[in-house]
């Protein structure tokens, strides 16, 4: 497992990245026919760690579709990049689902594949109280050797993680670090000043702000096609370069832009045929992007500096 510290002599940054500082969550390669493409998994996984710098990926996160892969391609999914990256780079296997048996089956799964740590979303659509919800994470946590990444974006799932929740769950070994999307900094920096858990930032238009706060790196999406440029601007800030981390933040805000004018999935799919790289259709109910909205993305990507086909 990746694991990175500031360089002596380093700038304001945090000290201990748990998972490495550069992180994709993956989409699932597709098919023409809605299959996985396996074949087309391992390949993206090797440029993304390659060619994008990423010191780790999520497999089978909400980017990488796992509302709509059943469990066995989950497995398989993760056996392939596991395979394809061996030890150049940290596999974080998404298993969180609004089910704690469910959940805790996926971890053992995941365990057995051979992931490296696991990322666990706040359990979505029912809306559990915050005393169920660190009984979830907690019994996550208890069903494998595995580290854990808890995984807080009401805007999907409906419920936060309260800052108490969060300092009642740092006290498990194995839940180290929260991959934050969120948005609220106070919050972030009230439970890093208390706890030794690691906060990654989940949503890139934040990145640089959150370093500024102490989180230790990105799970970010646009990593698919500027991954290189986000190691970049991660390395200028821990040098105590910050003008160059602005710089390299305002120089990719089209690609900000451009990748959440649609849904994540919808718009790295899209991104990645214009890059001729392993992505294909998505599965209903989430749809690919029109022709115009391919069209802007292409506008926008460019803008950023993205060189595309």
């Not at 030794?196 to 990105?218: E, K, Q, R």
Request: hydrophobic content about 40%.
């Amino acid at each position: 497992m990746t694991q990175t510290t500031t360089p002596e002599g380093g700038g304001p940054g945090p000290q201990r990245a748990p998972f490495g500082r550069m992180i994709t969550a993956m989409i699932t390669p597709m098919t023409r026919d809605g299959a996985v493409d396996y074949d087309g998994a391992a390949r993206l996984a090797d440029f993304l760690v390659t060619d994008m710098r990423n010191d780790g990926l999520v497999i089978s996160g909400t980017t990488g579709e796992s509302p709509t892969t059943s469990d066995a391609e989950k497995d398989r999914l993760l056996r392939t990049v596991v395979e394809a990256v061996g030890d150049r780079a940290t596999v974080i296997a998404g298993v969180g689902t609004n089910d704690t048996a469910h959940t805790c089956e996926l971890a053992r799964q995941a365990e057995q594949a051979g992931a490296d740590a696991l990322l666990v979303v706040t359990p979505y659509y029912n809306k559990p109280p915050q005393h169920g919800l660190v009984a979830h994470f907690k019994q996550a946590a208890d069903a494998t050797g595995l580290p854990v990444m808890l995984y807080d974006i009401p805007g999907r799932t409906g419920t936060a993680i309260a800052t108490e929740s969060l300092l009642q769950l740092a006290e498990h070994p194995r839940i180290v670090a929260v991959k934050d999307a969120k948005g609220d900094l106070g919050a972030g920096s009230v439970v890093m000043l208390a706890t030794g858990l690691a906060f990654y930032c989940g949503d890139d238009i934040l990145n640089l702000p959150w370093l500024s706060v102490g989180a230790v790196g990105f799970v970010s999406v646009h990593g698919h096609v500027v991954g290189d440029r986000l190691h970049e601007m991660i390395d200028a800030y821990l040098a105590g370069d910050v003008g160059t981390a602005l710089a390299v933040h305002r120089e990719m805000l089209p690609v900000y832009t451009g990748m959440t004018r649609m849904q994540g999935t919808v718009s790295t799919k899209a991104a990645l045929a214009m890059l001729g790289l392993p992505g294909g259709p998505v599965r209903p109910p989430l749809a690919a992007a029109t022709a115009a909205e391919a069209e802007r993305l292409r506008t926008d990507l460019v803008a950023g500096g993205v060189k595309l086909r």
